[in-house]
């Protein structure tokens, strides 16, 4: 310790820059582990996807006054190596948190289109199914590109698919919500 004012003042400058240093070394590494959690994450996805994993179930529409099944609204679930079926609420809230909900949706936007195509090709025509779309996919960019991308590659009429867009995570504003809706209707 010195009399003078100055060096404390130097010292006090050298600890908040080695502090500064250390928080950022600190961020830089929770970064490279969340982003290896993320990788590690989506591989095993990806991997669940292409094994067969992921399927799609179907429940049914009903009309009220003639009791007659109208629709259905496809949902994904995931069976286990065991056959144990998954429900989405264990995979879904931390495939949104990571972002990696877009894969599932157009997985099963993929499932439905092959779907309706097969009923259209039975000549069923009036069968609609709703498909489910999270507003992170609807975050992405190039989402719209997506799923005319994919409705493209099957033959049914447009009619029968149906979008319900999740509540779960909010990362969307209103407005461009309603603009997106717009173009894909």
Known sequence: WKDTVSDIKRRVSQAEQLMYLEKQKFYEEERTLE???RTKMMGSLLSDLENGCYHMF???KSNIENQKVVGAEALVRKISASGEV???YEFVP??????????ID????EEVCKFLQSLCE???TNFKISVNMSRVTMAENNYIQKIVGICDKYQFQRAQL???ITESSRTMDNMRMEEDIKRLK
């Open 162 to 164: 149906e979008f319900e």
């Open 106 to 109: 157009f997985f099963m936007l």
């Open 86 to 88: 998954i429900a989405p």
């Open 35 to 37: 982003s290896k959690h």
């Open 58 to 60: 179907l429940q049914p």
């Open 94 to 103: 931390q495939l949104e948190s990571e972002k990696l909900i877009y894969y």
């Open 122 to 124: 039975k000549g069923n």
